[in-house]
């Protein structure tokens, strides 16, 4: 019968809105500002640097060592190294970033500068509402404006967060370990031939341990 | 190919042949139905088309020439936004090109689970193609928002996976990113219990549909050694008849152990290419139930491939994969640096269009937008 298709597509369609007053399955709108899906554990926005207990400048992480900024594809982040050197976590001399900037407007949020990063001090944040009336300024984020503690990070990302500080207290019981052999090593040696100086072997104790734990 | 209607031949005047006057009409960039920035310059004889010739190049930004200058590893997400519905088998093209020509080996749970994610982007890419052929042919908004509804159940599941709905960046060479929990898993699973259910009701929408039918029926012939010759592939080409999938003929990563089937049209017009898809889906079903069924444990990737600074021998590979639109190809040559020396796409959509003008002399204006659809063309992979 002529038109038999059409009035199956329509009782298709009507099943579909009837079935939305019973069914969640059929009835996927949220009424977005007002409500709010969960984000994924997963979910990226734009990276933002991590650092250790409460200041963002002694405890950052970053060593700037300008992998993330040669590897990002689309070169959106700028780093320039320090003159100085300040210690890092497992108390070993190194230098930081002076500045470190990231052109969000640039940036595709792909996630290569968290792969790549020795250090674990690059991580993707999922803060999404992100709008501003400046487009130059407003989307030019400076280290400050990038740095976050790190349990900002496990709250956002809890699995990952738990992974990456289990590392890290691995490789900081680890250092301390070898820093404590090496100490020891160096005293005996010390002990050992007590005429030749023992001022100038405590001295380069601890950059030998630096060293050790480098690698 | 030239870029202005003037640069066609002149136009016969009025009066010399009995017909009346031809008016040219230039059709898109901004046109609804061109999905993008596409356009069609079009000639008409009352309302038949006399001439067509596509125009694209509006969305260029230097694809190629980008990978060329970045390492292997920064191309990635790049062709994420190639044809950006479909990210993941763009990621699989390109890390298969690089497996080739650095000779690295894939895990098998790796495997697995790009063929789960291929075939969700194959559904997800058939079930937003529907969408839109009916949207073009005046099915405004329900059936693309059924589809829609669906697709975003595929793409919380790429979010959750990858950290991006769209531009997921998953596919690394050697193996995969992130591993695919046991939860995620099941979260396919389950969601692809719903899907056939999806199929049924879309097919009952519309099927039988008169309107459908009167309009997609018989338009828009693409015959089967034209086909051939213009290089189409993908569902346009078997749409036409030609057995050509190349998950069957280039059995590339695991697809050998799937047992699907490939959907064949007859006539090669829109109604045929709109089943195509429909049945499409429902294979993809049977492979993701297949490949879910079979998945084993273990790594994802080699912990010894070097993602960065990764320094492929001098030569060259040619990785291609059936992509929801057909068949996607990267070619690469490298002369042993850290950065490709020469980097071509093979982009199924904008060959696919080459043949947009045969298929449209001679059919109503109304029915080129319709054609038009049902190439399934991304204008981010038409002009890279």
Redesign the interface.
Known sequence: M?????I??L???A??FFGSYVET??L?TVQYPEERLPL?????VFPFLLYDGSDPEAGLRCVACQ?CEK???PRCIHIEKSKDKKPDFVGKQQFYPAVFDIDVSVC?????CV??CPFDAIR?DDEFELSTTDRFGGLHWTKEQLSRPNEYYRTIHPTEAAETDERRVKELVDARAKAATAAAAAAAKAAQAPATGDTGNGATAPAQTGTVTSK | MSGHVADLEPIVGPGDNGLGDIMEVSMGPHHPSTHGVFRMDVRLEGERVVRLKPVFGYLHRNHEKIAENGAYLSAIPYTDRLDYLCSMTNNWGYVLAVEKLAGIQVPERAEYIRVIVSELTRFQNHAGLVGFLLQDMGASGTPLMYAFREREKILDLFESLSGARMMCNYMRFGGLRVDASAAWLEEVRQVIAGLPRFIDEYEKLLRGNEILMARTQGVGVLPRELAINAGVTGPMLRASGVNYDVRKVDKYGIYDRFHFRVPLGEHGDVYDRYMMRVLEMRESLTILEQALRDIPAGPIIDPKTRLRGLRPKAGEAYGRIESPKGELGFFLISDGSTNPYRYRVRPPSMINLTILEDMCLGENIADTVIILGSVDIVLGEVDR
């Open positions: 002529l038109g038999e298709g059409i199956q597509g009782v298709e369609t099943r579909n399955d059929r996927t994924p554990e997963a979910s990226r992998i590897e990002c594809p595709m949020s792909c996630q290569i792969e790549v993707m």
